[in-house]
T-cell receptor
Framework: DAGITQSPRHKVTETGTPVTLRCHQT?????MYWYRQDPGHGLRLIHY???????DKGEVSDGYSVSRSKTEDFLLTLESATSSQTSVYFC????????????FGSGTRLTVV | AQKVTQAQTEISVVEKEDVTLDCVYE???????LFWYKQPPSGELVFLIR??????QNEISGRYSWNFQKSTSSFNFTITASQVVDSAVYFC???????????FGGGTRLMVKP
């Protein structure tokens, strides 16, 4: 396997609670990404990181924050979860910009009730 | 801005039929990369192919083939003699050389019935 793991794999949480999802890689790749997958929308980028402490917003960043204090870990936090954030979240890694393509984690299914 | 459109949301075929999944993309960049990913019912994303904008050669890999046409901004995917195991959601995606973001189409759910 590519050396990317997401935790937890499944989570149910209540509206208004904070939630943190973790992405861990063993490939020493520079770029890490968080996507969410919703029916009809494919995957949409939430945030990405291009190095330790270097992050930027994606297409659907409202309500999410990220942190990357180590090369191998990229955390996605929902400060106050809402039902609209019920989704499947995928982490991805890439060695460089451009056409190298991404390797995806197995996904985290988050349900906000 | 870049955009990927997969107009077919669901396709149903009978085993052994050929099926083509359509992908149309938009970008102003001259250097870009196109991808296809497969998402089986288990949920993981499986990389199938990458094609750069300078290589318009069609590619064949077993029962899979891809037709890249810059003139129509399309990168279509054909499965020959489909099998039940091909049942999955298939995503087309675009990455520009200047961008940091892999942009996905909405996906096509393929159901292959025995």
């Amino acid at each position: 396997d590519a050396g990317i793991t997401q935790s937890p794999r499944h989570k149910v949480t209540e509206t208004g609670t904070p939630v943190t999802l973790r992405c861990h890689q063993t490939e020493n790749h520079r770029y890490m990404y968080w996507y969410r997958q919703d029916p009809g929308h494919g995957l949409r980028l939430i945030h990405y990181s291009y190095g330790v402490k270097d992050t930027d917003k994606g297409e659907v960043s409202d309500g999410y924050s990220v942190s990357r204090s180590k090369t191998e870990d990229f955390l996605l936090t929902l400060e106050s979860a809402t039902s609209s954030q019920t989704s499947v979240y995928f982490c991805a890694i890439s060695a460089e910009r451009g056409g190298y393509g991404y390797t995806f984690g197995s996904g985290t299914r988050l349900t906000v009730v | 801005a870049q955009k990927v459109t997969q107009a077919q949301t669901e396709i149903s075929v009978v085993e052994k039929e050929d099926v083509t999944l359509d992908c149309v993309y938009e970008t102003r960049d001259t250097t870009y990369y196109l991808f296809w990913y497969k998402q089986p019912p288990s949920g993981e994303l499986v990389f199938l192919i990458r094609r750069n904008s300078f290589d318009e050669q069609n590619e064949i890999s077993g029962r899979y083939s891809w037709n890249f046409q810059k003139s129509t901004s399309s990168f279509n995917f054909t499965i020959t003699a489909s099998q039940v195991v091909d049942s999955a959601v298939y995503f087309c995606a675009l990455l520009t050389n200047a961008g940091n973001m892999l942009t996905f189409g909405g996906g096509t759910r393929l159901m292959v019935k025995p």
